[in-house]
């Protein structure tokens, strides 16, 4: 009997160990997993396409033909620059950027600078998915003294 109690004792203490070391494997994945996220969004994005919903109207950008955005995204800040592709269309230029957070699949800009000076001085937060090349973000722009209040969706692809 004594030999049976420990053997069971012994099992015992294996098991608890276990549990601790995956216990802390599981912080340790977590954690991981977060900076591969935070990781995986940092890096300069080609805009491909922008949907603005607002109330039941939808607008949907197609950024491949006649307008180019570059967005460079770093672990503190964030930039951007849309510009016109036409010789002889009507001059468009747009830039802004200021700080950034990353956490998890969240990520929050705070527009610092921007040529549309009353943008600036706003925070937006969207969600991203990233799905090998391709950035997806869904998050509400809200400016009040604007009257804007619209649900942005943009698909981006990484450039190398």
């Known amino acids: 009997m004594k030999f049976y109690s420990n053997r069971l004792s012994l099992v015992s203490r294996l098991c608890f160990y ?4 995956l216990s802390s494997c599981q912080k340790n ?3 991981t997993n977060d900076t591969l996220k935070k990781e995986s969004i940092i890096g300069t994005w080609k805009l491909l396409s922008g949907t603005i919903i607002q109330g039941k109207d939808t607008t949907v950008t197609d950024y491949t033909i006649n307008l180019e955005l570059i967005k460079l995204i770093n672990d503190s800040h964030f930039a951007f620059m849309k510009h016109d592709l036409g010789k002889d269309s009507v001059n468009v230029f747009v ?17 610092d600078f921007c040529n549309y000076r009353e943008w600036e ?7 991203f998915t990233i799905s090998n090349d ?7 722009e809200k400016i ?3 009257n804007i ?12």
């Open 18 to 21: 276990l549990l601790v070391t």
């Open 134 to 140: 391709t950035l997806v973000t869904r998050g509400i």
């Open 149 to 160: 209040n619209q649900l942005n969706i943009e698909k981006y692809v990484r450039l190398n």
């Open 29 to 31: 994945i977590n954690s």
């Open 121 to 127: 001085n706003n925070t937006f937060n969207f969600e």
């Open 144 to 146: 009040e003294s604007l």
């Open 95 to 111: 830039s802004g950027g200021g700080r950034s957070e990353i956490n998890g699949t969240t990520y929050n800009e705070y527009l």
